[in-house]
């Protein structure tokens, strides 16, 4: 069974920096790609960066190209996102996805928010 879980969010001020973890379940070679996602209210969830496990491509979304990097610790089976320049508009739901049963380009994960498994997402605030 797959368990994913993200931790590390909390408030920040715009112009400030958050890493985000997400921890999932076995190893990494059980996985073609993990990405993270985001959700502001009222709006549809989208992805922020995906990686893949196979050739270790990446995406990131425009919005947050220059600022966010999506890196990952084989060892402890851990994804991170490292956040920084935020802005107000990053305030959302983040989310850890899993991607185990298909393959797929890391634009194509990000742009359709394509997982096979989900966290249960850690909330990032930026305000002042």
């Known amino acids: 069974q797959v368990h994913i879980v993200e931790f590390g969010g909390g408030l920040v001020q715009p112009g400030g920096s958050l890493r985000l973890s997400c921890a999932v379940s076995g190893s990494f070679s059980d996985y073609n790609a993990i990405g993270w996602f985001r959700q502001a209210p009222g709006k549809v969830r989208e992805g922020v960066s995906c990686s893949s496990v196979r050739d270790l491509s990446t995406h990131y979304a425009e919005s947050v190209k220059g600022r966010f990097t999506i890196s990952r610790d084989s060892a402890k089976t851990v994804v991170y996102l490292q956040m920084n320049s935020l802005k107000p508009e990053d305030t959302a739901v983040y989310y850890c996805?899993?991607?185990?049963?298909?393959?797929?380009?890391?634009?194509?994960?990000?742009?359709?928010?394509?997982?096979?498994?989900w966290g249960q997402g850690t909330q990032v605030t930026v305000s002042s």
């Open positions: 996805g899993a991607l185990k049963f298909r393959i797929y380009t890391m634009q194509h994960m990000c742009d359709f928010s394509d997982a096979d498994y």
